[in-house]
T-cell receptor
Framework: SAVISQKPSRDICQRGTSLTIQCQVD?????MFWYRQQPGQSLTLIAT?????????ESGFVIDKFPISRPNLTFSTLTVSNMSPEDSSIYLC???????????FGQGTRLTVV | AQSVTQPDIHITVSEGASLELRCNYS??????LFWYVQSPGQGLQLLLK??????LVQGIKGFEAEFKRSQSSFNLRKPSVHWSDAAEYFC????????????FGTGTRLQVTL
């Protein structure tokens, strides 16, 4: 298993500003993922972040809006840029666990944009 | 592309009654399948998974699921529901042959009446 810590757990931000979400894992992992869960919706994959390479974004998500850093094997950040109320969501970090390779999730960051 | 369908948006059961949550997937090869539970304000918790082998898999909290290839289904069951099982349940399939990069269904909200 993997223990994932996300910061902040929640935030209220003004539109037009940016928020950086941190994801820290207690072990080295190759693959990390960022998901978005809009209110009342399911989870949608934003991007895959591998250490030492550019993040790979899913259709509908772009680097300018959601820049991602992956400086080492235990840490990643997701920035939500130039926020609007439509960005109000829960953002979750996920990692590929060792062994079976299944996904483990952080507690999420609940973002409200006003 | 993989897809997951959870036909039931909302289900209400009485405490002590049996439960079955439906999940259908679309994937060309043998899929990696998962059920996650999300309680209010909580992160995602893995209930159970299917990778291969025995098509009836046991999970935590008394849940089980059965993989039926002929029906492309992976339904979640519990013989006797507890009030604490009230939550959102997500079925997911691994993407591109991985177990960690997931496509989620839309979720089923379970309400338990006393």
């Amino acid at each position: 298993s993997a223990v994932i810590s996300q910061k902040p757990s929640r935030d209220i931000c003004q539109r037009g500003t940016s928020l950086t979400i941190q994801c820290q894992v207690d072990s080295q992992v190759t693959m990390m993922f960022w998901y978005r869960q809009q209110p009342g919706q399911s989870l949608t994959l934003i991007a895959t972040a591998n250490q030492g390479s550019e993040a790979t974004y899913e259709s509908g998500f772009v680097i300018d809006k959601f820049p991602i850093s992956r400086p080492n094997l235990t840490f990643s950040t997701l920035t939500v840029s130039n926020m609007s109320p439509e960005d109000s969501s829960i953002y979750l970090c996920s990692v590929e666990g060792s062994g079976t390779g299944e996904a483990f999730f952080g507690q999420g960051t609940r973002l409200t944009v006003v | 592309a993989q897809s997951v369908t959870q036909p039931d948006i909302h289900i209400t059961v009485s405490e002590g009654a049996s439960l079955e949550l439906r999940c259908n997937y679309s994937y060309g090869a043998t899929p990696y399948l998962f059920w996650y539970v999300q309680s209010p304000g909580q992160g995602l918790q893995l209930l159970l998974k299917y990778f291969s082998g025995d098509t009836l898999v046991q999970g935590i909290k008394g849940f089980e699921a059965e993989f039926k290839r002929s029906q492309s289904s992976f339904n979640l069951r519990k013989p006797s529901v507890h009030w604490s099982d009230a939550a959102e349940y997500f079925c997911a399939v691994g993407r591109s042959g991985t177990a960690s990069k997931l496509t989620f269904g839309t979720g089923t909200r379970l309400q338990v009446t006393l």
